[in-house]
């Protein structure tokens, strides 16, 4: 049976505007006019002013793109159209480098109370080739300039396989992550995608963006399990595959994600979940001003592959009915076999090898 909420409790807030792209970058986000920038504000206004809210929401996250590089007045302008607040949490995405106390103070007065780093590297040289421009001094002032204006939550991101890393670089990202002491890490392995620059060079055997140097995937393989040791002795458990929290700091939102639990998004290529029914926005920023590009119903998954296949993500795993156990008998007994998932107490979850070909898991749920 599909969740059945009486709650529109997630709100996603799209802002695809970046003041450069990141060189491994496949996100429909980057690089626009001040105003295509102005005509898209007024449009996610007019979108969240549209919209008929018959629940409370319970969290917000401000994604993109680069949401901290919208101006003063249209963040307050579009938060102030999303009911709730106080919300239990309100996430903001920024990018450090340019985080000034002026702005921390703003955020905060918006109702925002935890914002998100996209620090990805803590090492100079490795910043560099991915296009940008902080240093991990300037990080370390942000989180104390943040707290200061009394954000409570900070989650620093990281990428483990940027072009050039080594283990002695990641060991100096992740001591970082002890001196800034964020409450919640995500450490993403890097996978290249063809559609970025870094992945365009790759595929042309060039050099620049780092491209010959990039880390294989045993060796990316590698730096996440060092970060999933170190990250556990500072206290930060791994809560999701990519996701680390110390006690209480998971992330309220996107939690809901990996539960099923209903959001509605607005602005270019926002998802919406109601329980049943999932929607998307228009992923071109042009398609979305315009009206074109709305996808409609995407429940393509039967419920229950969904709950398998996001739920297996969470380190709490999932607990199978009789009937999902003889449904996934083959591909679990395969599984455990390889000791790629683990069970226990009626409940099924990837083992510590599993987190690492979790794609491969993940996907034989679908198509079983
Ligand atoms: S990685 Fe983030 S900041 Fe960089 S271009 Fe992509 S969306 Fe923008």
Redesign the pocket.
Known sequence: MPVQSKRVAGVYISY???????T????A??VFPRETERRYVAALRAEIAAHRWQWRPETVYLG???PSNMAAEDLRAVLEAVPGRPWIEATI?A?PGGITREQARHWAACGINRVSL?V?SFVSSEIRL???KHTAETVAREVELLRASGIGAINVDLIAGLAGQTEATWRESLDWIERTNPEHVSVYMLEVDVDSRLGAEMLAGGARYGAAETPDDDRVAGFYEMAVERLAELGLKRYEISNFARAGFASRHNLKYWKLEPYVGFGADAHSFDGKMRNCNAEVVEDYLSGTGQVGDLSHLAYADERFFVGLRLTEGVRPDAAEWRRYEVPIRKFVDAGWLETADGVLRLSSLGVLVSNEVLAEFLTT
């Not at 695809?16 to 990141?22: L, S, V």
């Not at 491994?24 to 996100?27: R, V």
């Open positions: 695809p505007f970046c003041a450069q792209k990141c491994y970058c496949n996100f986000s980057g993109g793109g680069t995405e990018a996209g990805q991915t296009g940008r």
